[in-house]
């Protein structure tokens, strides 16, 4: 098997006993870069430069006998809405087109820390709205397992790369699903920690009060892995939480007998394929046969969870996207004969459609008359929402449902933007709540992965990975890979 299709826990071992090089890795992932990506378009920016002399530092370190962490020189892609020093910095919105921030993200700054590889920037749909990267404005991601469908979103450019063997692992941001959707997508393991759990100093900003960092993976044990890289409390992000940082991977045992999982009946309702509802009720099943308990429950205010979302990120995005004015960074406009002129002309042409409908929605959400109406209205909906998984955790270890509708459906063949936003309709409650969730693979429809969905109580990443790691482990659904 070529290096780039191997894990990073798998690379981590023929590194670490001297098989193989970093260069010889980070060549192996270029190589494939350079034959897949034109089909593929998984990437912004590819830093090749960068990731050779990183590859070559980390070589040059074990050789001299340094200590080095057991994960160094295994190449990443970052998901091109984190500040990254002298490498550019897009959000796939030509607004930002030339940015180059000054400093680096506190995830980027740990992830080199620990001798990673930059492989290069991601694509994503612009300013990580949307659910299939089609919102880019450098041209849509495909998905490697149908080059003429949808990766997903917004996360769609990391989760191709690592579905294609262009990344060996990639790191997104999660607001309504955009790291999960996309990995069910994609057939990878995606997980939306904890709200708190990932400093978010550096990611550049949606929606402040849902956005969350994580890891994009082959299988669980390199999720588990990335997350101890990632994790742990910021100083410099005022939402971070001060709490220690288990070994997610000491959750791998494999074992699941006696815990309790909700089965949610809303995650089953109309618009749920019968072929998602299937696979997942079969993974139901093997976890049943290994001893876990599973009942169905309810989450009754899951229902308003679209559409409490659709005002309150907005309500943010409009908020956060104020600052790009055509004064300070990004793209200003040649065609203005004032000040006024110079902000609403540099907003109109550095905005896509997609940007430009939700800061006005968000815009007139939070105007005044409205206010009560809608956005305070949806506060307490997303409280109700928290309420129902918090009388549900109650009880049970972890709920289980599908991660996503329907599979990728074709590039171009979802016109209705209703439709495209109900893609995230199973995935946006965890945010409103902002509880730890996981989806990995566990079948296939017409050749396209179906996603598994975990969720768990606050800081309850290893439940997540105990149960995702038991199930893996007794399924072949991860061993896939997509054949270009």
């Given at each position: 098997m070529e290096?780039?299709?191997?894990?990073?826990?798998e690379?981590s071992?023929?590194?670490i006993?001297?098989?193989?090089?970093?260069r010889?890795v980070?060549?192996?992932?270029?190589?494939r870069?350079?034959s897949?990506?034109e089909?593929?378009?998984?990437y912004v920016?590819?830093t090749?430069?960068?990731?050779?002399?990183?590859?070559d530092?980390?070589?040059?370190?074990?050789?001299?006998?340094e200590?080095v962490?057991?994960l160094a020189?295994?190449?990443i892609?970052l998901?091109d809405?984190?500040?990254?020093t002298?490498?550019e910095?897009?959000?796939s919105?030509?607004?930002?087109?030339?940015?180059?921030?000054?400093?680096?993200?506190t995830?980027v700054e740990?992830?080199?820390?620990?001798?990673s590889?930059f492989?290069g920037?991601?694509?994503l749909?612009e300013?990580?709205m949307?659910s299939s990267t089609?919102?880019?404005?450098?041209?849509?991601?495909?998905n490697?397992?149908?080059i003429?469908s949808?990766p997903?979103?917004?996360?769609?450019?990391s989760t191709?790369?690592?579905?294609?063997g262009?990344?060996?692992?990639?790191i997104?941001?999660?607001?309504?699903?955009?790291?999960?959707?996309?990995a069910a997508?994609c057939?990878v393991v995606?997980l939306k920690?904890?709200?708190g759990r990932?400093?978010r100093?550096?990611?550049?900003a949606?929606?402040?009060?849902l956005?969350q960092i994580g890891?994009?993976?082959?299988d669980?044990?390199d999720?588990a892995l990335?997350m101890?890289?990632?994790?742990g409390?910021?100083s410099?992000?005022?939402?971070?939480?001060?709490?220690d940082?288990?070994?997610?991977?000491?959750?791998l045992t494999?074992g699941?007998?006696?815990?309790?999982l909700?089965?949610?009946k809303?995650?089953?309702?109309?618009?749920v394929?019968?072929?998602?509802?299937?696979s997942?009720?079969?993974a139901?099943d093997?976890?049943?046969?290994?001893g876990?308990i599973?009942?169905?429950i309810?989450l009754?205010h899951?229902e308003?969870?679209l559409?409490?979302?659709?005002?309150?990120?907005?309500a943010e995005?409009?908020?956060?996207l104020a600052?790009?004015d055509g004064?300070r960074?990004g793209h200003r406009?040649a065609?203005a004969?004032?000040h006024v002129?110079?902000?609403e002309?540099?907003?109109?042409e550095?905005?896509?459609?997609?940007?430009k409908?939700?800061?006005?929605?968000?815009t007139?959400?939070?105007?005044?008359?409205?206010?009560d109406?809608f956005?305070?209205k949806?506060q307490?909906v997303?409280?109700?929402?928290?309420?129902?998984?918090?009388l549900?955790?109650?009880?049970?270890?972890?709920?289980?449902a599908?991660t996503?509708?329907?599979?990728?459906f074709?590039l171009g063949?979802?016109s209705?933007?209703?439709a495209?936003?109900?893609?995230d309709v199973?995935?946006?409650?965890?945010?409103m709540?902002?509880?730890?969730?996981i989806?990995?693979?566990c079948?296939f429809s017409?050749?396209?992965?179906?996603?598994l969905?975990?969720?768990a109580?606050?800081?309850g990443?290893?439940t997540l990975?105990?149960?995702a790691y038991a199930y893996?482990?007794a399924?072949q659904?991860?061993?896939?890979?997509?054949?270009?």
């Amino acid at each position: 098997m070529e290096l780039y299709a191997l894990t990073a826990h798998e690379l981590s071992e023929k590194l670490i006993r001297r098989e193989v090089s970093a260069r010889e890795v980070t060549q192996s992932v270029l190589g494939r870069i350079a034959s897949t990506e034109e089909r593929v378009h998984a990437y912004v920016t590819v830093t090749e430069s960068i990731a050779l002399a990183q590859a070559d530092a980390v070589d040059t370190a074990r050789a001299s006998g340094e200590s080095v962490s057991p994960l160094a020189g295994i190449p990443i892609a970052l998901k091109d809405n984190l500040c990254t020093t002298g490498i550019e910095t897009t959000c796939s919105s030509k607004i930002l087109r030339g940015f180059v921030p000054p400093y680096s993200a506190t995830v980027v700054e740990k992830l080199e820390a620990s001798g990673s590889v930059f492989i290069g920037k991601a694509n994503l749909d612009e300013f990580a709205m949307g659910s299939s990267t089609e919102n880019s404005a450098f041209g849509a991601s495909h998905n490697p397992w149908d080059i003429d469908s949808a990766p997903g979103g917004s996360s769609g450019g990391s989760t191709a790369a690592v579905a294609a063997g262009e990344a060996v692992w990639a790191i997104g941001s999660d607001t309504g699903g955009s790291i999960r959707q996309p990995a069910a997508f994609c057939g990878v393991v995606g997980l939306k920690p904890t709200y708190g759990r990932v400093s978010r100093y550096g990611l550049i900003a949606f929606a402040s009060s849902l956005d969350q960092i994580g890891p994009i993976t082959k299988d669980v044990r390199d999720a588990a892995l990335l997350m101890n890289l990632i994790s742990g409390h910021d100083s410099r992000d005022s939402t971070s939480i001060v709490r220690d940082v288990p070994d997610y991977t000491a959750s791998l045992t494999g074992g699941v007998k006696g815990l309790k999982l909700g089965v949610p009946k809303e995650y089953f309702a109309q618009g749920v394929s019968p072929e998602v509802s299937a696979s997942v009720r079969t993974a139901i099943d093997v976890l049943v046969a290994q001893g876990a308990i599973a009942e169905e429950i309810s989450l009754p205010h899951s229902e308003y969870a679209l559409p409490t979302y659709y005002i309150l990120a907005p309500a943010e995005a409009s908020s956060n996207l104020a600052r790009y004015d055509g004064v300070r960074f990004g793209h200003r406009t040649a065609r203005a004969t004032n000040h006024v002129d110079l902000f609403e002309k540099s907003r109109e042409e550095g905005f896509g459609p997609e940007v430009k409908q939700r800061i006005m929605i968000g815009t007139y959400a939070l105007s005044a008359g409205y206010y009560d109406a809608f956005y305070l209205k949806a506060q307490k909906v997303r409280t109700l929402i928290k309420r129902d998984f918090d009388l549900a955790f109650e009880k049970y270890d972890a709920i289980i449902a599908p991660t996503a509708p329907t599979v990728a459906f074709k590039l171009g063949e979802v016109s209705d933007p209703l439709a495209m936003k109900l893609n995230d309709v199973l995935t946006i409650p965890a945010n409103m709540a902002g509880i730890p969730a996981i989806s990995l693979p566990c079948g296939f429809s017409n050749g396209l992965p179906i996603g598994l969905q975990l969720m768990a109580p606050n800081f309850g990443e290893e439940t997540l990975f105990q149960i995702a790691y038991a199930y893996e482990q007794a399924t072949q659904w991860h061993l896939g890979r997509a054949q270009l």
